[in-house]
């Protein structure tokens, strides 16, 4: 009989990914995502449009405090456009990452009652998160014609910026997920750190903002070449900020490859300890 | 000789268990533990996946299990609660990795530990029909090739488009089950997942799971309830503690499972030092079951007469001995029936020395089971013995309680507590 033989043995050390396997569980990942769309919006009146409150509502709120009242910077574009272009893509970062990090411990019952790839489970996060992006993306975009800014050759740059963003959001978002479900303080300590960090990427300030000697460090966070890209392409307030976006890339694929790698590794321990 | 399709060797598998708490008994002795606390905590969790050292937390679960299953058998696995069943399922279906040793499947491997495993009450049935389906392992492509069938085969039909939340959960599991019913592995491994639902649904999965062995497929199947296991398995695998402490015909494993059970019991509930409420002056000793014609029996029939006996140490003659008994639901201790001797206006003179209490119940109205026995000796309100776990298990098979060969469970879902038997007009 030419049946597949699967071998089951004990485990040791780092391990690659299994890409044919993955590709095998491809209508999982589809059904889960669609899941994780509907369930989300399920029995809500708003339903989808709370993708776009969201973001629309803490730019609003951002414009009043830190541009009205704190009178931050915003390079000489009104304030609600400049926190906008970067809450688009950092609500896609925040939220994937929340989910992400949690997708292990929300679905225990999964993972103690059926195999499958675990990597499925922080995929659906950032794939079910896309169509909340894709959302706000057009507000933003709706927003930035009623600004009367217009679109130009650099717009051919954000498809990289996105996938920094995916690398970013999806890389830290595994590596959160194996710690969490060994140690609970992930999710406690997730929601304020997201908070936090925002503060640590140029959303309701500029880069131009941070002493110029920090500025390096600044930019080890990915999130900072993507903000700042968004706000080139977008708002033309600056010329691509190539050393930010190349250093952020670098961060991205570093913490990415890391995240997987460290996934797969306490992969193994999943269902024992969920 | 036939193929095998499942070969497991030396399999062993080490869990940590919960680590011990230590409890503080001053305010000072509190708060410094509050300060160190995350760093023990944090050793505590880190340690749940790192096995250094032999300490006393560390528990093996599983231990040289060695088997194999050839094509087209059905191998039932039975052993008590916490003998590594659900472990060694959850290796098989690759849950959970082994600590040591090596299986080798041969082909497709379907496991249904649970029913409607990631149902979201949100989502209609039809949506999660691919759900469940793709969790187990099923590609798109299949299911909407087998969409109608398993609509069908669940009988919710009428449903499909309504969110599973507004489903009674006897629908929810039939969907459930016809999910994993049009599952075609060559190895499907089965988890108690028989004990839910109506008895007509259980005949359905027995019968589906019938088809599955008889189609030249491999099952596994876990399950407590002996009457299925020696229904549809030919041959059974009885782990003891991790071990496996016998490997043969069903039959015979069964038989091994049972009588791993005796011995244990009977001395658990009256040997020396169990505790015991009472002066001491009388004490129960030994408690057993006479059926009909007076032979001792490990198990009685519904309907029929038993006896129940009490071998009873006397240290002084004793005077109007009230001896009771009750009859509980072995899972929660919920007490069925009570039965003092008193009340039938009976006591007991009982001389030192050793003597037997006899009482008949004349038909048995307990329906198919394991119940609890527990029993009480007083005198003058004074209580003389009461051994605190009971003193024994009575086992109840089906039998003709209402001398028709009609059974107590035919018509209803749930399983009686009592029977009773009446004259129809």
Request: aromatic share 12%; net charge neutral; glycine share 8%.
């Amino acid at each position: 009989m030419g049946l597949i033989v699967t071998i089951i043995r004990p485990s040791k050390g780092w391990r690659g990914v299994n890409v044919k396997e993955l590709l095998h569980y491809k209508d999982l990942l589809r059904f889960l995502t669609i899941r994780g769309i509907k369930a989300k919006y399920a029995q809500s009146i708003l339903g989808i449009g709370w993708a776009i409150i969201q973001p629309l509502v803490t730019t609003v709120v951002f414009t009043i405090i830190f541009g009205n009242l704190a009178k931050v910077s915003s390079e000489g574009v009104p304030y609600f456009i400049f926190s906008l272009t970067a809450m688009v893509p950092w609500t896609y970062f925040s939220n994937t990452l929340t989910d992400a990090a949690n997708s292990l411990i929300t679905n225990a019952n999964l993972i103690t009652k059926v195999y499958f790839p675990r990597l499925v489970l922080p995929l659906t996060a950032a794939l079910s998160k896309l169509l909340d992006f894709l959302i706000a993306f057009t507000v933003l975009i709706v927003m930035l014609l009623v600004y009367g800014f217009s679109m130009n050759w650099t717009l051919i740059w954000l498809p990289l910026l996105i996938i920094i963003l995916l690398l970013t959001s999806l890389g830290a978002g595994m590596l959160l997920a194996a710690l969490a479900v060994q140690y609970r303080d992930v999710k406690h300590a997730l929601s304020f750190m997201v908070q936090l960090l925002m503060y640590a990427a140029p959303v309701v300030y500029p880069t131009s903002n941070v002493p110029e000697a920090y500025r390096i460090w600044y930019a080890l966070n990915p999130m900072v070449g993507v903000i700042e890209g968004f706000r080139a392409v977008f708002l033309h307030t600056q010329p691509m900020p190539w050393n930010y976006i190349g250093l952020g890339t670098m961060v991205a694929i570093f913490l990415f490859i890391g995240g997987l790698f460290y996934f797969r590794k306490m992969e193994r321990n999943f269902a024992d300890v969920a | 000789m036939a193929e095998k399709v499942i070969s497991v060797k030396g399999l062993g598998k080490r869990y940590r268990v919960g680590t011990q708490e230590v409890f503080s008994d001053s305010l000072f002795h509190s708060g410094i533990q509050l300060l160190t606390s995350p760093f023990k905590n944090f050793r505590k969790l880190k340690s749940l996946t790192r096995f250094t050292g032999d300490d006393s937390s560390v528990f093996w679960a599983l231990k040289d299990i060695d088997f194999e299953v050839e094509v087209g058998q059905v191998l039932g696995i039975i052993g008590h609660n916490g003998a590594g069943k659900s472990t060694l399922l959850k290796i098989l279906s690759r849950i959970t990795e082994p600590t040591l040793g090596e299986v080798r499947l041969k082909g497709r491997v379907s496991s249904l530990l649970e029913v409607g495993t990631g149902f979201h009450p949100d989502l209609t049935g039809r949506e999660n029909v691919f759900m469940n389906g793709t969790i187990l392992g099923m590609t798109k492509q299949e299911i909407d090739r087998k969409f109608d069938e398993i609509v069908a085969f669940s009988g919710v039909e009428q449903y499909i488009d309504t969110p599973v939340k507004f489903y009674s959960s006897g629908m929810k599991v039939r969907l459930g089950f016809a999910v994993a019913a049009h599952l075609e592995p060559e190895i499907l491994i089965v988890d108690e997942v028989l004990s839910v639902g109506d008895i007509g649904f259980q005949r359905k999965c027995i019968g589906k799971m019938n088809e599955v062995a008889g189609s030249g497929r491999t099952v596994l199947f876990v399950s407590h309830n002996m009457a299925a296991v020696e229904n549809l398995c030919t041959s059974a695998l009885l782990l003891d503690h991790g071990k496996t402490f016998y490997l043969g015909s069903v039959h015979e494993t069964v038989q091994k499972y049972i009588s791993l059970f005796r011995p244990q019991t009977q001395d658990g509930f009256l040997g020396d030092g169990v505790e015991r409420v009472g002066n001491g002056n009388v004490t129960i000793k030994e408690f057993w079951l006479e059926d009909n014609t007076n032979v001792k029996v490990d198990m009685v029939k519904s309907g029929e007469a038993v006896y129940l006996n009490f071998g009873i140490q006397s240290e002084i003659d004793s005077q109007e001995v009230d001896l009771g008994f009750s009859i509980h639901r072995e899972e929660d201790d919920q007490m069925l029936f009570i039965l003092y001797s008193s009340y039938t206006g009976k006591t007991f003179q009982l001389a030192k020395g050793t003597s037997t209490v006899k009482c008949k119940i004349n038909s048995l109205p307990l329906p198919e089971g394991r119940f609890l026995v527990k029993a009480q000796a007083m005198s003058q309100g004074q209580i003389l013995d009461f051994p605190k776990a009971g003193v024994g298990f009575m086992d109840v098979v089906e039998g003709d309680f209402y001398s028709t060969g009609q059974k107590s469970n035919k018509l209803t879902r749930d399983q009686p507590l009592f029977l009773v038997n009446g004259n129809w007009m």
